[in-house]
């Protein structure tokens, strides 16, 4: 069969997906991206946040009237939007064929066999007992590559629907997770981007204590040039961990710490770690022990019970904290969180107003971070020839992929992808810098 894989949320989410295109290569059939003229197309997808939804919905339809033209044979939805609204999709979603649970993803050769065979497949499995090996089909550049080193979380954040879709936090083994990486770096992967919902914990349920520390002085014995981390919580920086990151020199001095809030009350109901004066702390210390270092955050507008007060706190919080990088969203009410019943929910359009103000402020600190690379020589990845802008883009070590800005540099000769070379910054705009490559 010609199976079409579409996924859809985060690059946790395309770890999925890419082991599934390698199961069903395996087993002799013919993998794409292309759900025109598939027997089956798997749309794998995000049920986290209501925009997730409507575009995981939009996906539906749109494969829904392919099949209707006769150019698609079968729709199968997986992920977490089936495992959250099974019954909804069934009863309002006609033009799915097949639906498959975040813990099934190893079943996907059969569910898709039985499909073939005009069945209607429905697989559930345990979401705290999924395994998170075997071979993957990497489908983004060859230079650089997500590994997945736990699934899972044991946060129960208020807000948060994850553990309900995901299970609890299970770590894969140091010598799983390193046999991955060698083959991922033999395959020629230069950045390496460490990814589970939280990497802080690693180990601790396989080990009985943290291991990111040992992993990552295991890692950097590999040929990578880059070694990246997603998602460091706060509450999981100890000296040994701060002293490997600042010494390494493949681990790149980038962090991103989802800190979500720093008022005081707003981080105790919402399960988080802290307050404003321990957040603060944390952050001068590390960039004290981490020279160079930029930092990347998520943060919320409109949590149940922010007040103006705690949003004005904000705001002065990611100006005098120097965060580089954020990621600002509106909060969701999302039904199954504890969140969604608790008193003070914030007005949609006050929460909007307080996103718009809080992306323009934290603009201007990143226009400023910007400005101070004016003239310095910076170590860039190269992503290739962008015929838009007319010249070559890469990122920086404080850029990663796909969330953050762009480097746009001038070469006098053939710059190949997955090439890193040095760019002279010359000039910054709208989040991006431009430059000149220094022979």
């Given at each position: 069969m010609?199976?079409?894989?579409?996924?859809?949320?985060?690059?946790?989410?395309?770890i999925?997906?890419?082991?599934m295109?390698?199961l069903c290569?395996?087993?002799?059939?013919?993998?794409?991206?292309?759900p025109e003229?598939?027997?089956?197309?798997?749309?794998?997808t995000?049920g986290f946040?209501?925009?997730?939804?409507s575009?995981?919905i939009?996906h539906?339809i749109?494969?829904?009237?392919?099949?209707?033209e006769?150019?698609?044979?079968k729709?199968?939805?997986?992920?977490?939007?089936?495992?959250?609204?099974r019954?909804d999709?069934?009863s309002d979603?006609p033009e799915?064929?097949g639906?498959?649970g975040?813990?099934?993803?190893d079943?996907?050769?059969s569910?898709v066999?039985?499909m073939?065979?005009g069945?209607f497949?429905q697989?559930?499995?345990?979401?705290?007992?999924?395994?998170?090996e075997?071979e993957?089909l990497i489908t983004?550049?060859?230079?650089?590559?997500?590994?997945?080193i736990?699934?899972?979380?044991?946060?129960?954040?208020?807000?948060?629907i994850?553990p309900?879709?995901?299970g609890r936090?299970?770590?894969?083994?140091?010598?799983s997770v390193?046999?991955e990486?060698k083959?991922l770096?033999d395959?020629?992967v230069k950045e390496?981007?460490l990814?589970?919902?939280?990497i802080g914990?690693?180990g601790?349920?396989?080990?009985g204590?943290?291991?990111l520390?040992q992993?990552?002085?295991?890692?950097?014995?590999?040929?990578?040039r880059?070694i990246?981390l997603?998602?460091?919580y706060?509450?999981?920086?100890d000296?040994?961990?701060?002293?490997?990151?600042?010494a390494?020199?493949k681990?790149v001095?980038y962090?991103?710490i989802?800190?979500?809030h720093?008022a005081?009350?707003?981080?105790?109901a919402?399960?988080?770690?802290?307050?404003?004066?321990?957040?603060t702390?944390?952050?001068k210390?590390?960039?004290?022990?981490i020279p160079?270092?930029?930092?990347?955050?998520?943060l919320i507008?409109?949590?149940?019970?922010e007040t103006?007060?705690d949003f004005?706190?904000?705001c002065?919080?990611?100006?005098?904290?120097?965060i580089?990088?954020a990621?600002?969203?509106?909060y969701?009410?999302e039904?199954?969180?504890?969140?969604?019943?608790?008193p003070?929910?914030v007005p949609?359009?006050v929460?909007?107003?307080?996103?718009?103000?809080?992306?323009?402020?934290?603009?201007?600190?990143?226009?400023r971070?910007?400005e101070?690379r004016?003239?310095?020589v910076?170590?860039v990845l190269c992503e290739?020839y962008?015929?838009?802008?007319g010249?070559y883009?890469?990122r920086?070590?404080?850029?990663?992929v796909?969330?953050d800005?762009?480097?746009?540099?001038t070469?006098a000769?053939?710059?190949p992808?997955g090439e890193?070379?040095?760019?002279?910054?010359?000039?910054?705009e709208?989040?991006?810098l431009t430059g000149e490559?220094?022979?």
């Open positions: 010609k199976i079409a894989f579409i996924s859809l949320g985060c690059s946790k989410n395309l999925n997906t890419e082991q295109m390698a290569r395996a087993a002799g059939h013919q993998v794409s991206g292309d003229g598939a027997d089956v197309a798997v749309l794998n995000c946040i209501d925009a997730a939804k575009e995981a939009e539906i749109a494969l829904g009237e392919l099949k209707g006769g150019k698609l044979g729709l199968l939805v997986c992920g977490c939007l089936s495992q959250r609204y019954e999709i069934l979603l799915v064929d639906l498959m975040t813990g099934s993803y079943d996907i050769v569910v066999e039985e073939a065979k069945q497949p697989r559930f499995g345990d979401i705290s007992a999924t395994s998170e075997g993957r983004g550049a060859q230079y650089t590559a997500f590994l997945k736990a699934e899972g979380c044991d946060n129960f954040c208020a807000f948060c994850i309900y879709l995901r936090y299970r770590s894969r083994s140091m010598d390193l046999s990486a083959a770096a395959s020629g390496l981007i990814i589970a919902q939280d914990p690693y601790r349920d396989l080990y204590e943290r291991r520390p992993l990552l002085e295991e890692l950097c014995k590999l040929p990578f880059w990246r997603h998602y460091l706060p509450d999981h920086f000296e040994e961990l701060v002293k490997v990151i600042a390494q020199p681990i001095k962090l991103d989802p800190l979500q720093c005081d009350h707003l981080l105790k919402m399960n988080r770690w802290g307050t404003e004066a321990s957040l702390a944390l952050l210390d590390l960039r004290k022990k160079g270092l930029v930092l990347r955050t998520s507008c409109g949590l149940p019970g103006e007060e004005e706190a904000l002065r919080f990611v100006t005098e904290t120097g580089e990088r990621g600002v969203f509106q969701s009410r039904e199954g969180t504890r969140a969604a019943d608790m003070g929910q949609e359009e929460a909007q107003q307080r996103v718009e103000r809080l992306v323009e402020l934290q603009s201007a600190v990143l226009d971070y910007n101070s004016l003239g310095s910076m170590e290739g962008d015929p838009q802008m010249c883009a890469g920086t070590y404080a850029d990663s796909e969330v800005g762009r480097v746009f540099f070469a000769g053939l710059v992808a890193f070379v040095n760019v002279r910054i010359t000039g910054a709208d989040g991006d490559i220094e022979e």
